[in-house]
Structures are given as C-alpha cells and as structure tokens.
C-alpha cells in the first residue's frame, strides 16, 4: 500500500487525510506526563519566545529523506542502526566525544553493511538527546531529598544545581546546533569518505579500545578487503560513477521528544505540513505515550517519522489504536516501534505485539531496543547491564520476528565511541570488579566502543541466518 491510497484501519475507523483538530499546541489540553514544574512562568516564555524565533536545525527535505529511507526498512530494503548516549550531557558537545561517536556508527555500519549486504540507516542519539524522563521525580542523597537530573536541558547533576532553569532550553538548542554543524562539517569533508582509510582503520583509531584480538582482525578484515576492492575499482577506472556514495553518508539526528514546551518551537509549518525541525526522528517514551495523553497528540501533527518505545506494559489491544492515530494514513515505516522488554521476557511479550500490528494495515518498522530492558543494580549500587543478555534479547527478537513471519528492520543502542565501563562482558569480558575503572554515563550504561564493534559483528551474522522469509517478496 503506497501513502497515497486511500487507508480504512482495522476498527473500521475511515483513515483521516489530515491530522484534524490538530495544532502545535493542542497537546496543551491533554494530560502530559513528566512534565516539569518551574519557578518563573515569565521566564519561561521568554525563553520559548526566543526559541520560537530561532531558525531550524535541520530541513524539511532531510526529514522527508529519512522519511523515504524508512518506508524502504519496513520494506525490509535496509537496516536501521540507531544509536548514542542515554543522556547528553551539554559537556558531550566538544571534538573528541562527537568525532569518536561518529566514528564507533560508521564503524557499526560499514559492519553491517558489509556483513549483512544490505544498506543502512544510520541515526544518532545525539545533537538533542538532553531531556530524561524519570520513574520519581525526587532521590534521597545522604538523608536528604532532591530534585532527579532530569537532562541537561531541565536541571544540573550537581547537587546544588538540580532547580529547573528555564535557561537550559535555551542551552540545548545552542548545544544542538553546534554538535550538527561539526557533525555536518565532518561529513562534507570526508570524514566518512572510504578511501580515508584512517577514519576507518582501527590501527590508527583507538586502537588500544579494542583488546580482543578475534574482533580486532575481523574488523580489519573487512576493511582490508574494502580497501581492496576499492583500489581495484580505482585502477580501472570504474569508481567514477559511485564515487559520490562512497566519499559520505547519510546521518540523521534523533532525541526522544518529552519536553513539549521546547518541541512546539522548533515545529515549523512547510506548505501546508508540520515539522519538527529541531531534529530529524524523535521518539515517544515508554512512559508517555498513552493513548490520550499530551505526547501522543504532539506527535500526530507531525510530518517526521517517529518512533514509540514499546515494553512490556503494552496491550496489544492498544497498538492498533495508537497507530491509527500516529499513522492515520498507513505509510510505510511512517512509525517505528522499538521494543524493549528485557532478555528473560521478550519472548513471552513480542509475538503478540506483532500480531496485533499484522492485524492493522499499518506497516511500520520494528526496532529492537535491548537496552532497556535489561538494566540492572550490581550490590555496590552501580547500574549496569549485562553484554549476554543484549545479545539474548536481540537473537530472540531476530528469531520471534522470523517465526511471525515479521521483519526485524532495525536496532536502537546506548552506547559510546570511548573505552567506558558501563556493560559487564563483552570480547573484553569485562567483570563487575571492572565497571568503577572508568564509570562515566550519569544516566544508563552504555556500550564502550569495542562492544559495540562486538554487537555489530553478531547483529551481521543474525542478519545474514536469521534473515526473514519475506526478504525476497
Ligand atoms: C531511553 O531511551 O533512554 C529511555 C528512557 O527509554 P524507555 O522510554 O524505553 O524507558
Ligand atoms: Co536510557
């Protein structure tokens, strides 16, 4: 079914052409769940003013282009590698964080692309990703009650600093802004360019970060042979025509939209369409997308794809009418659906999820996330998550997908391009007695950069065998 057909949905609902009723600000009249309580409600809308009357970030057509590349993952055309930090702290927004985050995606990528033979999309968590939801809105600290971080663009992780300050929204998006132009920058120059090999070679990268030397010389296989082929194309002369596709690549930008006051500024109407063009993809949280709430009805208006986290406290009842409401007129990877469930359930939550979706006539794309759900204390007090059971999580997503005769088309990972200690295991096999050596993330721990290169080697391979019956539909 193409986005022009005219669409009835399962409940017999006729689809709506447009998003009626509908505003940037319409979500004002709905319950908005973790929503933030400032001191000054002038000061608030001067900043909102300002914001309001900054230019975009990004543009109409880069969305519409992820937009395009998204309807052909849910075709299961290409892959979708989403990634980065759970919380973007302000202080990320420098040389090295971004250029190595950078480089462990294009890393990431070129695995798959090169591993699973297909294309791939690639989007950050990052140039945004500062607003956190929190499951209490208070933590005790030494006897004494204080706000929860909720971001960099809410609060500070110093004590003393944890009041609301209606300033940090004016701080993301100059914190956004100037991680996209390096990001933009980089890009243009041949940063990504294939035959620069040393954005590519872990010999001249991090070389250190990667211990194993199983994943180094894998990794360096490919390379080789890439550069390689590359060569060969170039001796005689038949690199002309794809010389363009292999001097960059597509990246696109994402955060999860929770602060609504901040996303209805960057929304901006094209022709007679709504964008949010402080990003490229945004993503409704596990905890707010109810179906009547403020964040759902926010997202509807707009023309971006977005995904909704999905966990197991969803209903399969509620998904076709939630999809009927983000994706009234059934295009094609128009919504994503990262799951997230934990390794020890997923297989007790997806195949329904998926049936219900099967049941509508919304295709959307469907996303393993399997971070979330497996995050743990260890007895020192340290959140962690354990390596083996991302890799459980996503082998039995691969394999439900495939036995529903469904498509996994995509992954959705934190992580960092440095050598954190965050994830127990991994090649390094990292022990608990490890994670204080270089503890960073002051939200969700993250994949460090050789485990990351790690889960893109084994997400190539499940690719490859577990690759859905409908591949060659
Ligand atoms: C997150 O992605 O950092 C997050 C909070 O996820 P979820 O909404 O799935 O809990
Ligand atoms: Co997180």
């Given at each position: 079914?193409?986005?022009?057909?005219?669409?009835?949905?399962?409940?017999?609902?006729?689809?709506?052409?447009?998003?009626?009723?509908?505003?940037?600000?319409?979500?004002?009249?709905?319950?908005?769940?973790?929503?933030?309580?400032?001191?000054?409600?002038?000061?608030?809308?001067?900043?909102?003013?300002?914001?309001?009357?900054?230019?975009?970030?990004?543009?109409?057509?880069?969305?519409?282009?992820?937009?395009?590349?998204?309807?052909?993952?849910?075709?299961?055309?290409?892959?979708?590698?989403?990634?980065?930090?759970?919380?973007?702290?302000?202080?990320?927004?420098?040389?090295?964080?971004?250029?190595?985050?950078?480089?462990?995606?294009?890393?990431?990528?070129?695995?798959?692309?090169?591993?699973?033979?297909?294309?791939?999309?690639?989007?950050?968590?990052?140039?945004?990703?500062?607003?956190?939801?929190?499951?209490?809105?208070?933590?005790?600290?030494?006897?004494?009650?204080?706000?929860?971080?909720?971001?960099?663009?809410?609060?500070?992780?110093?004590?003393?600093?944890?009041?609301?300050d209606p300033q940090r929204l004016l701080g993301?998006?100059?914190?956004?802004?100037?991680?996209?132009?390096?990001?933009?920058?980089?890009?243009?120059?041949?940063?990504?360019?294939?035959?620069?090999?040393?954005?590519?070679?872990?010999?001249?990268?991090?070389?250190?970060?990667?211990?194993?030397?199983?994943?180094?010389?894998?990794?360096?296989?490919?390379?080789?042979?890439?550069?390689?082929?590359?060569?060969?194309?170039r001796t005689i002369g038949a690199d002309d025509?794809?010389?363009?596709?292999?001097?960059?690549?597509?990246?696109?930008?994402?955060?999860?939209?929770?602060?609504?006051?901040?996303?209805?500024?960057?929304?901006?109407?094209?022709?007679?369409?709504?964008?949010?063009?402080?990003?490229?993809?945004?993503?409704?949280g596990d905890r707010t997308r109810q179906l009547?709430?403020?964040?759902?009805?926010?997202?509807?208006?707009?023309?971006?794809?977005?995904?909704?986290?999905?966990?197991?406290?969803?209903?399969?009842?509620?998904?076709?009418?939630?999809?009927?409401?983000?994706?009234?007129?059934?295009?094609?990877?128009?919504?994503?659906?990262?799951?997230?469930?934990?390794?020890?359930?997923?297989?007790?939550?997806?195949?329904?999820?998926?049936?219900?979706?099967?049941?509508?006539?919304?295709?959307?794309?469907?996303?393993?996330?399997?971070?979330?759900?497996?995050?743990?204390?260890?007895?020192?007090?340290?959140?962690?998550?354990?390596?083996?059971?991302?890799?459980?999580?996503?082998?039995?997503?691969?394999?439900?997908?495939?036995?529903?005769?469904?498509?996994?088309?995509?992954?959705?990972?934190?992580?960092?391009?440095?050598?954190?200690?965050?994830?127990?295991?991994?090649?390094?096999?990292?022990?608990?007695?490890?994670?204080?050596?270089?503890?960073?993330?002051?939200?969700?721990?993250?994949?460090?950069?050789?485990?990351?290169?790690?889960?893109?080697?084994?997400?190539?391979?499940?690719?490859?065998?577990?690759?859905?019956?409908?591949?060659?539909?």
């Open positions: 079914m193409t986005s022009s057909s005219p669409a009835k949905m399962s409940n017999g609902t006729p689809a709506k052409a447009s998003a009626e009723g509908w505003s940037p600000e319409s979500w004002k009249a709905k319950k908005v769940l973790q929503d933030v309580a400032y001191d000054s409600p002038e000061e608030v809308e001067k900043v909102l003013a300002k914001l309001s009357h900054l230019p975009p970030l990004v543009s109409s057509q880069e969305v519409d282009k992820l937009r395009q590349q998204l309807a052909e993952v849910a075709e299961n055309k290409r892959f979708l590698l989403q990634g980065g930090d759970c919380a973007e702290l302000f202080d990320y927004c420098s040389q090295n964080p971004i250029e190595n985050k950078l480089k462990v995606l294009l890393q990431m990528s070129l695995i798959l692309v090169w591993g699973g033979r297909t294309a791939v999309t690639r989007i950050a968590r990052m140039g945004g990703q500062y607003a956190k939801p929190r499951s209490k809105p208070t933590e005790m600290i030494n006897g004494v009650e204080y706000n929860a971080f909720r971001g960099d663009n809410v609060n500070g992780i110093d004590l003393a600093d944890r009041r609301p993301a998006y100059f914190h956004s802004a100037a991680t996209m132009n390096y990001v933009r920058a980089l890009l243009s120059s041949g940063f990504a360019d294939l035959h620069h090999p040393e954005v590519w070679n872990l010999d001249s990268w991090n070389f250190s970060h990667v211990e194993n030397p199983a994943v180094r010389a894998e990794y360096q296989a490919i390379v080789n042979r890439l550069q390689d082929s590359l060569d060969f194309m025509a794809s010389k363009e596709a292999i001097k960059t690549v597509d990246l696109f930008m994402s955060h999860e939209g929770l602060l609504l006051d901040y996303e209805t500024q960057l929304t901006r109407k094209v022709g007679e369409k709504h964008y949010n063009l402080g990003t490229h993809y945004l993503w409704i009547d709430g403020g964040h759902v009805e926010y997202f509807r208006g707009l023309q971006n794809p977005i995904g909704v986290k999905v966990g197991p406290s969803m209903k399969p009842e509620e998904l076709g009418p939630l999809l009927n409401i983000l994706d009234p007129n059934c295009e094609p990877g128009k919504v994503t659906l990262i799951t997230r469930y934990g390794h020890d359930k997923v297989a007790l939550y997806l195949p329904a999820h998926i049936k219900a979706v099967q049941a509508t006539r919304h295709k959307v794309v469907w996303c393993c996330d399997p971070m979330h759900g497996n995050t743990e204390s260890t007895a020192s007090g340290l959140k962690t998550r354990r390596f083996d059971h991302i890799v459980e999580e996503l082998s039995k997503a691969f394999r439900v997908h495939k036995e529903c005769n469904s498509i996994l088309g995509g992954v959705h990972f934190e992580l960092t391009g440095d050598a954190v200690t965050e994830t127990i295991g991994g090649s390094m096999n990292l022990l608990e007695e490890d994670l204080s050596k270089n503890y960073q993330t002051f939200c969700d721990p993250r994949l460090n950069y050789e485990q990351s290169l790690d889960i893109a080697f084994m997400i190539a391979k499940y690719y490859v065998s577990e690759r859905s019956p409908l591949k060659n539909l």
